[in-house]
């Protein structure tokens, strides 16, 4: 663990003094948290990643803790293929169940006192009032596809914040179209829509070009009132609303229903901007009341409410491993 590749290995006494030249520090460039499915994995996953890192000097990774998946790490790597084949490699060569949470970049954040710093996890935002401006990663993006799906294309690229540059005709069939876009719009799902709206037939690449200022804001997810931290986000304000709407639409199908009722919200700082609820699942208090004053009927149905109110307020929401997982995938046109 203490050499980096590239190091300079020589003779403590008369030896050489000047390194080899040529090797830069990789840095990663998508951050993701990977959790084992089974808490009792825990020591599992990080002897793996120790084991793996052996061959593989890109990755880099650090204990990191969420209240709704338990003990994990905030792992780096290169592009979302490094982070595919991390993933492929863990789950097969170790035999892992792992939970790997969204894909996010590392952002530049500038606070109003000037101080600057590194922020890869949506947990480390700071309050809004502290920021002076947040800087994203841009990339240059090409894609290749067959003509008659250029519109659909460069709908995609326009509705992930891209900004047109230049389109080449490769032959007869074939276009390379290049857009300026943000990393993080594609970290997630451009691939899967890339391919769903070209029948499979494009294929894209991109290249950091360097850091602009963006509009960012922190998208919290509560479920039952209680932030989630690994369903927190980082995204553009014109698109907060919206990814918050599909969010919480999504959570109501995935989360099962418990005995009380389940409020599910997306919040902005201290704004609710959008809500779902999870009704309760109904127990028929009064089937064995046959007849009988109203009153009586009325009692039974106020301590079944009374019941609820404070199973509401000690109960825990249990949400499935797979709510992460697809929770991601918010579908497509």
């Not at 084991?51 to 592009?79: M, Q, V, Y």
């Not at 401006?133 to 090409?142: N, R, V, W």
């Not at 009132?225 to 907060?240: E, P």
């Not at 990814?243 to 201290?270: C, M, N, S, T, Y």
Request: glycine share 6%; net charge neutral; hydrophobic share 40%.
């Amino acid at each position: 663990r203490d050499i980096e590749i590239g190091d300079t290995i020589t003779n403590s006494i008369d030896g050489e003094t000047i390194p080899l030249a040529g090797y830069k520090e990789l840095k990663p460039v998508v951050f993701a948290g990977v959790y084992p499915q089974d808490n009792d994995d825990y020591e599992l996953l990080k002897e793996a990643l120790y084991k793996l890192k052996l061959n593989d000097a890109a990755i880099i990774f650090e204990n990191e803790n969420s209240e709704a998946l338990g003990h994990g790490f905030r792992t780096g790597f290169l592009g979302l293929l490094h982070m595919e084949i991390v993933q492929e490699r863990l789950e097969r060569e170790f035999g892992l169940n792992l939970i790997f949470t969204a894909p996010s970049v590392k952002y530049r954040v500038t606070r109003t006192n000037g101080e600057a710093f590194w922020m890869d996890n949506p947990v480390m935002f700071p309050p809004t009032q502290e920021v002076e401006k947040i800087e994203e990663p841009y990339i240059d993006s090409q894609v290749i596809t067959p003509q008659e799906y250029i519109g659909r294309v460069m709908d995609l690229c326009k509705e992930k914040r891209g900004e047109f540059v230049a389109m080449d005709y490769i032959d007869a069939r074939r276009v390379n179209i290049k857009f300026i876009m943000p990393l993080a719009e594609i970290v997630i799902d451009f691939y899967d829509k890339l391919k769903s709206r070209t029948q499979g037939y494009a294929s894209y690449e991109y290249e950091i070009t360097g850091y602009k200022k963006s509009t960012l804001i922190k998208l919290d997810i509560l479920v039952n009132g209680k932030v989630v931290d690994a369903l927190s986000c980082i995204v553009h304000r014109d698109f907060a609303e919206p990814r918050g709407r599909e969010i919480v639409a999504k959570l109501k199908d995935l989360i099962p229903r418990h005995l009380f009722k389940i409020p599910l919200q997306a919040a902005i700082g201290g704004k609710i901007v959008a809500r779902e609820t999870i009704a309760a699942m109904r127990k028929n208090v009064l089937a064995k009341c046959y007849g009988g004053d109203i009153s009586r009927k009325r009692k039974l149905l106020d301590k079944q409410k009374a019941g609820k109110k404070r199973m509401k307020l000690i109960g825990d929401v249990e949400i499935p491993q797979s709510a992460f997982i697809n929770v991601l995938k918010l579908g497509d046109n």
